[in-house]
């Protein structure tokens, strides 16, 4: 089964760079995605079916152009957003609960699309990789005006100057096509990366330092730029589009923009392909080719390029370069760089790295309840979600296995923090802490405030600079203790924790979107799916 596993995720890496590799223009001998075909007449359509389609966070963006193809139609559309890999998953189960995928990428719905239930795939837009760095660091770092290579970057972290956001490489499209692209450049581009090249410990080392700059990591590419404005950070790794979007409400609101750079040696691209999954409703079926040949349509096509989106590769149209600005750095006419794809089993062992040697090591405080009210089914669902982290095997197959370096604590909790548990590094320690969940027993009240605290305490141990830091949350009830109490600890920590939140059963939503709100975190939901829950969360550090 391990070995299985392997297999789809380096298939889905390999489709990937063929995906994310691509320049300008299309590789000889390949058409342009659909998009920079000549726009389809949108369809005369008028119905009152309901599409759900499964999206990728960025496509958040465009949600104003949907409701106005909603208006126009009657087409109801819900939308659902996931990482790359959930999609993927998806549309390898034995039913698709959706009528409709849009994920960053081609490789999600190449490597998840196994039973070929995927029809009238056509790519809708494309954008780039770039980082956004504030302008006037860019300018202190000698970035603005000039082509800037992966080595400028890493010399600039080296050298202690500069320090990023990025989406998790192995959760996200984005963060996946960005440290794919370094790799290339740090080994100088090479007609193909070697399982060899991987071991030189040269590569190790400055690949290991240029992640060292991640300050904050994310499972989501829209939340990080969510989570950029929220101030603080000097700069972040996303999409061309979510850079402008940045820049456009940082301009809003009167503060620094950021300045594109675009890595000349290692820069890949995310083509953004509409596909409609068959379940053998022509009424869903016409509905949905309505909304493609709506989105394909030239004058539709305009308003996607006003979000920051190109929608072929040869650059915008002239009466949306005031979008594209350059004052930004943003380069619409420049020649995109592309990315030669190494073998199937070399791509997933530089995943492998990444998650197990390359990254910044997480340092992460479990603050599990225990309480009266989950006793029964819900401690049992919590129990068997730790599994899915603590247990290795189970970690791998959802590419989120700890590294050597990696520290987990463990704070079961009711009334009041029962005990701390530690655990460093990958191995037996790490199941000896899945033990330990196992064994508490559910009876007491709930504060989550002292058990946030206690995690508090615990981190100030620990130099934080040499970690992704975060603390994880998860109760079914509405808390007793004190918030202000948690805050003032918070506070005199000064340092950037997050922490998140995991609802389930009763539990108030409000408390936890105060404490995600104070430590610029996020809550998940996990009455449906606790599982899915924690495996997200694990996402964000």
């Not at 559910?442 to 058990?451: F, H, L, P, R």
Request: net charge negative; aromatic share 8%; with cysteine.
């Amino acid at each position: 089964m391990k070995r299985a596993l392997r297999a789809v995720f380096g298939l889905v890496l390999a489709l990937l760079m063929t995906a994310c590799g691509t320049g300008s223009s299309p590789p000889a001998g390949e058409s342009p995605p659909p998009a920079a075909q000549e726009a389809a007449e949108p369809l005369d359509y008028r119905g009152d079916a309901t599409l759900r389609i499964l999206s990728g966070s960025e496509n958040r963006e465009l949600e104003d152009i949907l409701n106005t193809f909603s208006r126009e139609t009657g087409v109801r559309i819900e939308m659902t957003y996931q990482g790359s890999l959930d999609i993927m998953r998806a549309l390898q189960g034995e039913t698709v609960d959706y009528d409709a995928v849009w994920p960053a990428s081609s490789l999600w719905l190449t490597a998840g699309d196994t039973r070929y239930r995927v029809k009238h795939a056509a790519s809708i837009s494309v954008t780039p990789v770039v980082f956004g760095i504030r302008q006037s660091l860019a300018e202190e770092l000698g970035f603005v005006g000039r082509e800037v290579s992966v080595s400028d970057l890493l010399s600039a972290i080296r050298a202690g100057e500069l320090r990023f956001c990025m989406t998790s490489a192995t959760q996200s499209n984005s963060g996946c096509s960005a440290y794919i692209g370094f790799l290339y450049a740090l080994l100088g581009n090479p007609d193909v990366i070697t399982s060899e090249d991987l071991q030189d410990p040269a590569l190790a080392g400055q690949i290991t330092a240029l992640l060292s700059g991640v300050d904050r990591s994310s499972g989501s590419s829209d939340w990080l730029k969510d989570l950029f404005l929220t101030g603080g950070y000097d700069a972040m790794v996303n999409y061309e589009c979510l850079i402008i979007s940045a820049n456009q409400e940082l301009e809003a609101q009167g503060q620094e923009t950021l300045y594109a750079v675009y890595p000349y040696d290692g820069l890949s691209l995310a083509d953004s392909p509409l596909g409609y999954v068959d379940g053998g409703d022509p009424e869903k079926e016409e509905a949905f080719l309505a909304l493609q040949s709506y989105l394909l349509s030239d004058p539709v096509q305009n308003e996607i390029q006003r979000t920051g989106r190109r929608t072929g590769y040869e650059g915008v149209s002239p009466e949306n370069e005031d979008v594209f600005r350059a004052d930004w750095g943003i380069q619409p006419q420049r020649v995109l760089s592309p990315i030669r794809m190494p073998s199937t089993d070399v791509l997933m062992e530089c995943l492998d790295l990444y998650q197990t040697e390359f990254r910044k090591p997480s340092l992460t405080v479990y603050c599990l309840d225990y309480s009266g009210s989950m006793l029964g089914e819900g401690r049992s669902q919590m129990v068997e979600a730790m599994g899915q982290i603590l247990i290795q095997e189970n970690a791998a197959a959802n590419l989120l296995q700890a590294s050597e370096n990696e520290v987990n604590l463990l704070i079961p909790f009711s009334g009041a923090p029962r005990a701390v548990y530690t655990a460093q590094g990958s191995g037996a320690e790490l199941e000896a802490l899945y033990t330990r969940a196992e064994a508490e027993e559910a009876i007491g009240g709930t504060d989550i405030y002292a058990a946030a605290q206690e995690g508090l305490r615990q981190l100030a141990a620990y130099d934080l600079a040499q970690y992704t830091p975060a603390i994880i949350l998860l109760t079914d009830g509405v808390s007793d203790g004190s918030l202000s109490d948690f805050q003032a600890a918070y506070e005199a920590l000064g340092a950037d924790i997050p922490v998140f939140s995991i609802m389930f059963g009763d539990a108030d939503p409000t408390q936890l979107e105060t404490l995600a709100e104070l430590t610029h975190a996020r809550v998940f939901d996990g009455r449906e799916d606790l599982i899915g829950a924690f495996r997200s969360v694990k996402g964000y550090n």
